[in-house]
C-alpha cells in the first residue's frame, strides 16, 4: 500500500479514535466533520447510525465502517447544501410534497397516541376471550427427561442404584449412557409430547406414555425400550389442558387490540366530526346518480364476472336500504363463488347478506350457499326481479 495511503488512513483512525475517546472534550460534543457553517458531532453520528435497520449498522461497524457512513453524511450535507442554494427549497412541488408528509406523520402520530395508544381492554372481557377460545389455548401432554441408557439390564440397575446413592444423574449418564447424542448434556433430552415416539432410542408411544406415571424428580425403574434399558429422571411435566390464563394475557390482548382500534376509530371519528362541522354534500353527486333500479339492471346486463361484481357493489355502496340492496347483496357472493370461485370472499358476502337484510328472501339461499358451495350447483340462477317489478 503506497505510503501516502497509509498517512491517511492512519490520519482517519486517528479521527475515530478521537471521536471515541472524547479528545478531552465532554461526550458528544466532538465535532468529526465540518461542510461550511453545518458541524456533525460525535453525538449526531452516533443517532444517525441508531436510526438504520440493525443490518445496516452492522454494515458501518468498525473504525473504518464508521468513517464510511461519516463521508455519506457529509455527502448527503453538501447535496442539501447545493439545493438550498440553487433554490429547491421554494420550490412548489418539494413545498407540496412536505406539506404531505407533515400531514401525513402527524395523522399516523395521533392514530398512534389517541387511537391505539389508549385502547384499554377491561379484564372481564380477556377472562370471556380466554374462555371462548377454549381450543386456542388448549396445551398437549408434554415431559422433559434425563436418561441414561445401557445395552444390559444389569447395567442399568447399577446406574440406578448410584443415582439413588446420591451421585449426580448428569455424571452417571455423562460415564455410563451409550446413547451418544445425549450423553455430554447428562442424558437432556428434548421436551416429547404425549403420543410421539423417539425412534433413534427405540421409544416407542406406549413407552413415552408410561412415563407420565413418574413424579417430576423421580428416577424410574430400568425400563426396556427396542433399543436398549433406560433409567429415566423426569425433568418436566406438563398435562393436558388450557394454558393458564396469566400465561397467555399478552397473546390475548394482541389479538383483541386490532377489533378495539376499529371501534375505538370509528367512536373517535364521529366525535371529531361532530366537534369540528364536518359536513358532505351528497346532492351534488346524486343528481346525476342513476337510479336504484337502473343500476340493478344495468349489473344484470354486464357479462364479465368482475365487471357485474364491480356494478353490484355499487349498487350497495349507493343504496344500501333499497330495495334491490339485498338482491345485489346476494349476487355479490353468488358471483365469487360460481364465477371466480373466492370462497372466502363468497361466504363473508352471504354472511353480510344476514346480518344486514336478516328479512331477506334471499336469507335461506344464503345460508344454503355457506354450507354448501363448491360441492355442486345451486338450484337458482341470478334474480330477474328488475323485470318482474319487484
Known amino acids: 500500500m503506497p505510503r501516502k ?70 455527502e448527503e450535507e453538501v447535496l442539501y ?141 430400568p425400563l426396556r425400550s427396542t433399543k436398549g434399558w433406560h433409567v429415566i429422571r423426569v425433568e418436566e411435566k406438563q398435562e393436558t389442558g388450557r394454558k393458564p390464563l396469566d400465561e397467555v394475557r399478552e397473546q390475548i390482548v394482541r389479538s383483541m387490540t386490532p377489533t378495539k382500534s376499529r371501534e375505538r376509530y370509528a367512536s373517535v371519528l364521529e366525535a371529531l366530526k361532530a366537534k369540528y362541522k364536518a359536513t358532505v354534500n351528497e346532492e351534488v353527486y346524486k343528481e346525476n346518480l342513476p337510479s336504484e333500479e337502473e343500476l340493478f339492471t344495468r349489473a344484470q346486463q354486464t357479462s364479465e364476472p368482475a365487471q357485474r361484481l364491480d356494478a353490484y357493489i355499487q349498487l350497495i355502496m349507493t343504496y344500501p336500504d333499497g330495495e334491490y340492496a339485498d338482491d345485489a347483496q346476494f349476487m355479490v357472493g353468488f358471483i365469487q363463488s360460481e364465477e371466480i370461485h373466492d370462497y372466502d370472499a363468497a361466504k363473508n358476502a352471504f354472511r353480510r347478506l344476514l346480518e344486514k337484510y336478516p328479512d331477506s328472501e334471499l336469507a335461506e339461499s344464503a345460508k344454503w350457499m355457506i354450507d354448501n358451495m363448491g360441492k355442486e350447483a345451486p338450484p337458482f340462477a341470478e334474480t330477474g326481479r328488475a323485470e318482474s317489478g319487484k
Open 81 to 221: 447544501q447545493a439545493a438550498q442554494q440553487a433554490g429547491y427549497e421554494k420550490d412548489p412541488e418539494i413545498q407540496s410534497m412536505l406539506e404531505a408528509m407533515k400531514r401525513r406523520s402527524m395523522i399516523q402520530a395521533y392514530y398512534r397516541d389517541e387511537i391505539e395508544g389508549k385502547v384499554e381492554i377491561p379484564e372481564e372481557e380477556i377472562v370471556a376471550y380466554y374462555n371462548e377460545h377454549e381450543e386456542v389455548f388448549r396445551q398437549r401432554a408434554r415431559i422433559k427427561f434425563r436418561h441414561i441408557m445401557t445395552a444390559t439390564q444389569d447395567a442399568a440397575k447399577e446406574a440406578r442404584r448410584r443415582v439413588l446413592a446420591g451421585e449426580s444423574f448428569d455424571t452417571v449418564a455423562r460415564e455410563v449412557s451409550i446413547d451418544a447424542r445425549t450423553k455430554g448434556a447428562g442424558g437432556l433430552m428434548a421436551s416429547v409430547y404425549l403420543g410421539d415416539s423417539v425412534p433413534d432410542l427405540g421409544m416407542e408411544p406406549a413407552f413415552i406414555e408410561r412415563l407420565f406415571g413418574w413424579k417430576v424428580g423421580e428416577t424410574t425403574e
Open 5 to 74: 495511503t497509509l498517512a491517511v488512513l492512519a490520519v482517519m483512525l486517528a479521527l475515530v479514535a478521537c471521536m471515541v475517546s472524547g479528545c478531552g472534550k465532554k461526550d458528544g460534543d466532538v465535532v468529526v466533520a465540518r461542510i461550511g457553517r453545518v458541524s456533525i458531532t460525535e453525538a449526531q453520528l452516533k443517532e444517525r447510525l441508531a436510526e438504520l435497520p440493525e443490518f445496516a449498522q452492522r454494515q458501518f461497524s468498525g473504525p473504518q465502517g464508521t468513517i464510511d457512513f461519516l463521508n455519506n453524511l457529509v
